[in-house]
């Protein structure tokens, strides 16, 4: 492992924005990333974060886990039950 694919995956990126960046989908595709935040403006609806989720599950080599963030509890809770 590379000096930095092992700092990338100590580190959690976020994004603005409903549209993953193509430079997060790089990183996440060599290794350099620990997991994707989730914050209101990523998630329109749960068919399109889980959309977003399935896509940076195909770029991972490794064990990405993105993690759902919200305001409210209830939010976060209805998003991880629609993703399982």
Do not use: H, K
């Not at 590379?2 to 700092?7: D, E, K, N, V």
């Not at 991972?60 to 963030?69: C, K, S």
């Amino acid at each position: 492992m590379s000096s930095l694919q092992w700092a990338g995956q100590r580190v959690i990126y976020s994004y603005p924005g409903l549209t993953v960046p193509s430079a997060l989908l790089t990183a996440i595709e060599a290794g350099q990333c620990a997991g994707v935040i989730f914050f209101g403006e990523n998630i329109s609806s749960a068919s399109q974060i889980a959309g977003v989720v399935s896509r940076l599950r195909a770029y991972t080599t490794g064990q990405l886990e993105p993690t759902a963030f919200d305001a409210a509890l209830a939010r976060v809770q209805a998003l991880r039950s629609s993703l399982s």
